[in-house]
């Protein structure tokens, strides 16, 4: 099995960069490339969607891609643990109609000795939003990362 540093046990450094790393996956909406993150066997529930292994976190993704569109995410550490690490973040997107939403949750993941993603549990909730309330539009730029973003 490849390892997938960085490598639990996690500091301070290296939960962010872990965090950072899913956040530019996920912005890349290619369920393939996201579900490399996770173990064979990953665990996930998503709201009250219950996933388990790559191949329904892919089939996930893409029906969550599909449905969610101009999808833009912004995740930030919240705490970490030897193997765990907590989350909180936010997306935008709009629906097939053109309302825009942001989302706002929480996620809890746990980590194998391959830094690989074992579980992942997110409670999301969703706000309607206006076009010009938005504020996540595209990946984090460069002189953006390792910033926190407001609550509301």
């Known amino acids: 099995m490849t390892d997938r540093p960085p490598l639990p046990p996690f500091t301070r450094e290296t939960a962010a ?25 990953s665990v996930w529930r998503n709201r009250d969607t219950f996933v388990t292994g790559r191949p329904e976190i892919v089939e996930f993704l893409t029906a969550k891609w599909e449905r969610e ?19 909180r973040f936010q997306y935008e997107c709009r629906n097939a109609d053109g309302q825009w939403w942001r989302s706002y949750g929480n996620e809890l993941w746990e980590f194998d000795a391959h830094g690989l993603m074992t579980r992942r549990e997110a409670s999301i909730n969703d706000v309607r939003i206006e076009e010009h309330e938005r504020r996540i539009s595209g990946p984090r730029p460069e002189a953006e990362r390792g910033l926190s973003f407001p609550l509301e």
Request: proline share 2%.
């Open 69 to 87: 569109r101009d999808y833009a995410l912004r995740k930030d550490l919240w705490a970490f643990d030897g193997d765990r690490i907590a989350v």
């Open 17 to 41: 960069q872990k965090v950072q790393a899913a956040e530019d996956a996920w912005n890349t909406r290619d369920p393939h490339r996201v579900s490399l993150a996770y173990s064979e066997d």
